[in-house]
């Protein structure tokens, strides 16, 4: 597609209850990364996801979060058992290499 | 990845030229300087970058200092719809360590 595709683009959802985010990044783009914005607050990376290497993991705040990219095209982010601050805009951005980030609108999520 | 540092706001007026400071001092040799600005409710947007040379693109100009310990980024003639938030980042340009980390940047904001 023209640009980095996530969906939903809102998510309501109780405390407790699993959560999956999605990104469709642009076509070609080798790398793949997650990141969150708290409200009022700077973006926060979590995973990274590069052609057939294994990501890096490193910014995942808990074991609750995890991601998957699957076919090296889209990628799911997972929230289990989610907590109110867990609330914050996720961010998904694409790159073919590596110098430029082409970021979606992101999805935002409340744990109420 | 070196450090930034950039003022928490500015202010230009409409039709004039934005000048927005970085200062990066720990900036390595293989470190690249890039911009991005995120306006309200988007997601960043990538505006440039450069290693030691100026760049100019379609967007705006990046003036590197010589020594590399900071850059200015030029918005030749500010509209209202460059009021965002800027973010000066640094990186390595290694491809084993893609991650862009965002730090707070400067929020701009265009005067009519």
């Known amino acids: 597609g023209a640009g980095v595709s996530q969906s939903p683009s809102n998510k309501v959802t109780e405390k407790g209850k699993d959560v999956e985010l999605r990104c469709d990044p642009i076509?070609?783009?080798?790398?793949l990364y997650w990141y969150r914005q708290s409200l009022g607050q700077g973006l926060e990376f979590l995973i990274y996801f590069q052609g057939n290497s294994a990501p890096d993991k490193s910014g995942l705040p808990s074991d609750r979060f995890s991601a998957e990219r699957t076919g090296g095209s889209v990628s799911t982010l997972t929230i289990q058992r989610t907590q109110q601050e867990d609330s914050a805009v996720y961010l998904c951005?694409?790159?073919?290499?590596?110098?430029?980030?082409?970021f979606g609108s992101g999805t935002r999520l409340t744990v109420v | 990845d070196a450090k930034t540092t950039q003022p928490p706001s500015m202010d230009c007026a409409e039709g004039r030229a934005a000048n927005l400071p970085c200062n990066h001092s720990t900036i390595s040799g293989n470190e690249y300087v890039y911009w991005y600005r995120q306006i309200h409710s988007q997601g960043p947007q990538y505006i440039i970058h450069?290693?030691?040379n100026n760049e100019t693109n379609e967007m705006a100009s990046l003036i590197i200092t010589e020594d590399r310990k900071s850059s200015t980024l030029i918005l030749p003639h500010a509209t209202l719809r460059d009021t965002a938030v800027y973010y000066c980042?640094?990186?390595?340009?290694?491809?084993?360590?893609?991650?862009?980390?965002f730090g707070t940047g400067t929020r701009l904001t265009i005067i009519p």
């Open positions: 980042i640094v990186r390595a340009a290694n491809f084993g360590n893609e991650k862009l980390t």
């Open positions: 450069g290693l030691k």
């Open positions: 076509s070609g783009h080798t790398a």
């Open positions: 951005a694409s790159s073919f290499d590596g110098y430029g980030y082409t």
